[in-house]
Nanobody, 118 residues
């Protein structure tokens, strides 16, 4: 089992910044994909950004140039730097990893609330 714990959410003024963290219970080297998703009230969960192993990082069009995904393998942690936050970015943010190929398992964190409001 892989445990994922998100942190760093909170209330921020529009135009402000937050950095979300996702701590994994095992080395991030072994994951085939790592990413961030979000779910706003009344909407489906959507991809924000992901880093596939051996592939190019993918961002949702709505956050390109605004959010940056990264990781620190030594700390078993991935991050989502969120700049220029807008009210439309308000959502619960989830980190997720994929372990394995073909038969694979996806793990989710519990989510952290991000609210951009004045």
């Amino acid at each position: 089992q892989v445990q994922l714990v998100e942190s760093g959410g909170g209330l921020v003024q529009p135009g402000g910044s937050l950095r979300l963290s996702c701590a994994a219970s095992r080395s991030t080297f072994i994951f085939n994909s790592m990413g961030w998703y979000r779910q706003a009230p009344g909407k489906q969960r959507e991809l924000v950004a992901r880093m596939p192993s051996g592939g190019s990082t993918v961002y949702a069009d709505s956050v390109k140039g605004q959010f940056t995904i990264s990781r620190d393998n030594a700390k078993n942690t991935m991050y989502l730097q969120m700049n220029s936050l807008k009210p439309e970015d308000t959502a619960v943010y989830y980190c997720s990893v994929v372990e394995g190929t073909g038969p694979y398992t996806r793990y989710w964190g519990q989510g952290t609330q991000v609210t951009a409001s004045s």
